[in-house]
């Protein structure tokens, strides 16, 4: 089945203590992305990947980092998390060609203390 | 700033009705205008999609106006059902990849019974 999925899907953690949400496609899709879901704000683009090794800012960077060593995979890494990290995080994934359907995930709530 | 005006934020219907979900925007270098459905607990999915240069198009009960000149689209969803129940969020894209889409902060839809 064409997915994208993430773990963990709910997170509880503390200021500070450095986390990875992960995320993998099996689409061989080209791009993927980062996006955060408050209430209110809609979702907005935290960073974003055309392909191996080539990573981009989105609209709210500040206080994430990521990586994409392989094509499938794309981490979302919190090196010291905040309590306004709290948040709904999605993954998506498409195949990068213009006016491609975005795939998300399923999600991973995120509560920082 | 908010590049797509979404509105209104929540809307409530009786089964049958037909909710419309307007978007603004300023950004004339848009060009690809998707909408994506939410259910709770899952993902975004895309639902419909326009380009600029029809002014309809529909998708079973799904219908996107679009006004190129006043700059706003809408989603219609005709013979509404309990199931439509989501949160919608428009959308658009400029010329250079589906990395930088751009969603509005979401319309709750409720369709009562």
């Known amino acids: 089945e064409a997915q994208v999925t993430q773990n963990p899907r709910y997170l509880i953690t503390v200021t500070g203590k450095k986390l990875t949400v992960t995320c993998s496609q099996n689409?061989?899709?080209?791009?993927m992305s980062w996006y955060r879901q408050d209430p209110g704000l809609g979702l907005r683009q935290i960073y974003y990947?055309?392909?191996?090794?080539?990573?981009d800012k989105g609209d709210v960077p500040e206080g994430y980092k990521v990586s994409r060593k392989e094509k499938r995979n794309f981490p979302l890494i919190l090196e010291s998390p905040s309590p306004n990290q709290t948040s709904l995080y999605f993954c998506?994934?498409?195949?990068?060609?213009?006016?491609?359907?975005?795939?998300f995930g399923p999600g991973t709530r995120l509560t920082v203390l | 700033q908010q590049q797509v005006k979404q509105s209104p934020q929540s809307l409530i219907v009786q089964k049958g009705g037909i909710p419309i979900i307007n978007c603004a925007y300023e950004?004339?270098?848009?060009?690809?205008f998707p909408w994506y459905q939410q259910f709770p607990g899952k993902g975004p999915a895309l639902l419909i999609a326009?380009?600029?240069?029809?002014s309809e198009k529909k998708e079973g009960r799904f219908t996107i106006s679009f006004n190129k000149s006043a700059k706003q689209f809408s989603l219609h969803i005709m013979d509404s059902q309990p199931g439509d129940s989501a949160t919608y969020f428009c959308?658009?894209?400029?010329?250079?990849?589906?990395?930088?889409?751009?969603f509005g902060k979401g319309t709750k839809l409720t369709v009562n019974p």
């Open positions: 998506a994934s498409s195949l990068g060609d213009y006016y491609n359907e975005q795939f």
């Open positions: 990947s055309m392909n191996v090794e080539v990573t």
């Open positions: 959308a658009a894209l400029t010329q250079g990849g589906s990395e930088k889409l751009v």
């Open positions: 326009i380009r600029p240069d029809v």
């Open positions: 950004n004339t270098a848009f060009d690809y």
């Open positions: 689409m061989n899709h080209e791009y």
